[in-house]
């Protein structure tokens, strides 16, 4: 395959003719044949079938009604103009289209000059999508469940989502920080100490209950006989004194006990994630946010005081029935929200405040948090919050909320966990269908649909199942390659190349969009065109440069889906 000139390389994926594309306006415009336009809504597209040429653009219908002229008259000369500059090295001919749709027929140089891209680019081809300005340090906040029990299925969801988001953003150019807040401060720390301590207590032989609304999974009993056998009868006296009511052990036995507890949980949870693929950055401690030196402000030190201090600087706080108030209603909330309460004790809300105000003084530009369904209420708030505080815009704060996952299988509802009541944790479903069938199909749908996963779909060996379908065309291309050395264009060979031409605008769309589902769905249409390619192309061909043209679009395909199941989390296996 031969090099082409740097001036048409740079023609040779969409971004380039999309930018060959607007010079053609910029020059009208410079003549005065066009006015000054806003741009925005034009865009490059693989039209549906083949006879419509092989790129089309919105472009003239988009600028006609803003400048005045018929639509198919303008994609005509802007059609002519570019066909007789840039277009001229890799276009054939152009055709207007229905309303004024602008076709493009491009020829065999453009095929091999974005093949050869490709092949140039390896690993790193479709990433650094995003233009310098563009960029930003980007903190992602995800699954951060209280540590007080195993993580569960709807847990992997968010973890999927929001890691192959992480991936994705720093793949198209982003800063990424990954964060886990660690809620370990408040009741249901307080009801999760107490439970393992009357469960400490019942190995123990004393009769201590369970507080109403306490933690009920079998795993703390097992947490319970590991803290027997490392502290003994340490605290056989308090929760002796106490019996039988676990309300009754002192606080600062409870927060011990908590405490190791909550350190059991969170080795379980990295465990867990680890296993599903999914790395943090940072475990941040709600605890901490209370702790530290500093001047104390309304009975609070720590990032609690400072956010507590500033928002007293702004005039955003008021006293009212013994309680401490934020003017939320000032900035879009439905009505003011409760800061600490009449009984001094600080509501999740304020924790919450002086988490992210913390996150900023951090440095970072963009903060995204993921949660889950039950979380729509706490938008308004927290958005009003971001409003309140400095710099004052709440588009800083970005808030994505999941949906729920539904388990089937044999066509019904799937409870996979008995010995844990109604918790279907991570693990289980990575024992019924592995790490990868996992991350995959998590991502299958965009965030804010529900997922059914079916678990019978997710083991079958065949094309039906979408990471089975996608991980075996990659798999058959490394098995074509360990046969040939080193590196006329048919139908399947060019839509093959366009649909791999198309990669670096879908890396582009899942990290403006927040949207791993579109790389999803990509993947399986690449794998598609692939397997349609090799059941009318003989690879080895008996010509040379046929042949040579063939393995390199091999070579491009695996790397393209080596890379989108990484996007993905998910192995690209050499053999299958």
């Not at 076709?103 to 093949?115: E, H, M, S």
């Not at 839509?495 to 589902?517: I, N, S």
Request: charged letters at 25%.
């Amino acid at each position: 395959m031969n090099e082409a000139s740097g001036t048409e390389r740079g023609l040779f994926d969409f971004a380039g003719l999309a930018r060959s594309l607007e010079r053609v306006i910029d020059e009208m415009i410079a003549a005065d044949e066009l006015p000054v336009l806003d741009r925005q809504g034009i865009e490059l597209t693989v039209p549906p079938r083949p006879e419509f040429g092989d790129v089309s653009s919105n472009m003239a219908l988009v600028l006609a009604g803003r400048s005045g002229r018929r639509p198919r008259d303008l994609a005509d000369e802007l059609g002519r103009r570019w066909l007789a500059g840039d277009g001229a090295a890799v276009a054939d001919r152009y055709e207007v289209a229905g309303p004024g749709f602008l076709n493009f027929f491009l020829g065999p140089v453009w095929y091999r000059g974005a093949l050869q891209r490709m092949l140039d680019a390896g690993e790193a081809y479709g990433g650094g999508v995003l233009d310098e300005g563009e960029r930003r340090r980007v903190n992602v906040e995800f699954v951060s469940v209280n540590p007080t029990g195993p993580l569960h299925v709807g847990h992997a969801r968010y973890a999927s989502y929001g890691d192959a988001v992480c991936r994705i953003f720093a793949f198209a150019g982003h800063e990424v920080t990954r964060e886990f807040y660690v809620n370990d401060y408040g009741t249901q720390m307080l009801r999760f100490g107490q439970s393992l301590a009357a469960r400490y207590a019942q190995v123990l032989g004393i009769g201590v209950d369970l507080p109403p609304d306490g933690y009920q999974g079998e795993y703390l009993a097992d947490f319970a006989r590991e803290l027997v056998a490392e502290a003994g009868e340490r605290y056989r006296e308090p929760v002796s004194a106490a019996a039988p009511d676990a309300e009754a052990i002192p606080d600062a036995v409870v927060t011990e006990i908590g405490f190791w507890g909550r350190d059991r949980v969170l080795a379980m949870f990295r465990a867990t994630l680890d296993r599903l693929r999914v790395p943090f950055d940072v475990w941040k401690s709600e605890t901490t946010l209370y702790g530290g030196e500093g001047e104390e402000h309304r009975g609070f030190r720590g990032e609690v005081g400072k956010a507590l201090r500033q928002m007293d600087a702004e005039g955003f706080l008021y006293d009212d029935e013994g309680a401490v108030w934020l003017r939320t209603t000032e900035h879009g909330d439905d009505k003011d929200r409760v800061l600490i309460r009449q009984s001094g004790a600080p509501t999740y809300f304020l924790s919450d405040i002086a988490y992210h105000r913390d996150k900023l003084d951090r440095g970072f530009e963009h903060l995204i948090d993921i949660w889950g369904a039950d979380h729509h209420g706490y938008v308004p708030r927290m958005k009003a919050a971001f409003t309140a505080l400095p710099p004052h815009d709440p588009d800083t704060l970005e808030l994505i909320i999941g949906q729920l996952v539904n388990l089937t299988e044999s066509g019904e509802a799937r409870r996979m966990s008995k010995r844990k009541g109604d918790i279907v944790t991570v693990d289980d479903l990575l024992d019924a269908i592995g790490v990868d069938a996992a991350r995959f199909f998590l991502v299958g749908r965009s965030h804010d649909s529900t997922l059914e996963l079916d678990l019978d779909l997710a083991v079958e060996q065949s094309g039906k199942n979408p990471v089975y379908y996608v991980q075996y065309a990659h798999a058959r291309i490394c098995s074509i390659l360990k046969n040939v050395p080193e590196l006329d264009l048919g139908t399947y060979e060019r839509a093959l190349v366009r649909a791999l031409a198309r990669f670096p605008l879908v890396v582009r769309e899942a990290t403006l969009r927040r949207a791993p589902h579109r790389l999803h769905a990509y993947l399986g249409e690449l794998a598609a065109e692939f397997h349609v390619f090799y059941r009318h192309c003989r690879v080895l061909a008996d010509e040379e440069e046929v042949a040579a043209y063939r393995i390199g679009l091999c070579r491009a395909t695996r790397a393209t889906l080596a890379s989108g199941l990484r996007l993905l989390g998910v192995n690209a296996p050499e053999s299958m």
